[in-house]
């Protein structure tokens, strides 16, 4: 593990950063070329995203759910980068993400497999998982983009 961790901070940022530069940057702008519609770069940008997911082997414990997952997040992230109009958040999220996956909690059948310091035998329901996730989605984007309080009126 102490090998692996110096090894996991470098390169999860790094391939992290390479699929939100293609998915959330090219792609994204690619597709503003052709709609505008908020709702519509979302979806396309989260299924181009979730497509590549789809071959990883967690995807036999549960296609639905983790299919969902998949296209979850990448909305998510899309809708992130859209809101704020920089890429930097998404980089945060996609790279957090797979490092707490990378050093902390992993499953034996998982696409990213590392020395974790917890590998789960019994992964649980996806749906759980699903919910979770849009769940913190949730609090996430309340925290950053929420209702923030008006600036008082400057007084001359």
Known sequence: MVVFLPL??????????AEEFFFRAYVLQGLGLI??????????????????HFGNPEMQRS??????????IGAFLTLITLKDNRLELALGVHAANNLFVALFVNTKD???????????????DPRLSFSLFLLSAA?????????????SPSRP
């Open 139 to 151: 609090i996430y984007y309340f925290l950053f983009f929420g209702k923030r309080p008006s600036p």
């Open 35 to 52: 709609t505008r519609h908020p709702f519509l770069l979302i979806l396309l940008s989260s299924l181009l995203f979730a497509v590549p």
């Open 63 to 72: 296609a639905l759910w983790l299919g969902l997952s998949y296209l979850a």
């Open 8 to 17: 996991a901070l470098i390169l999860t940022p790094l391939q992290t950063s």
């Open 110 to 124: 998982s696409a990213l497999p590392a020395p974790s310091l917890f590998i789960l035998k019994d992964v649980g």
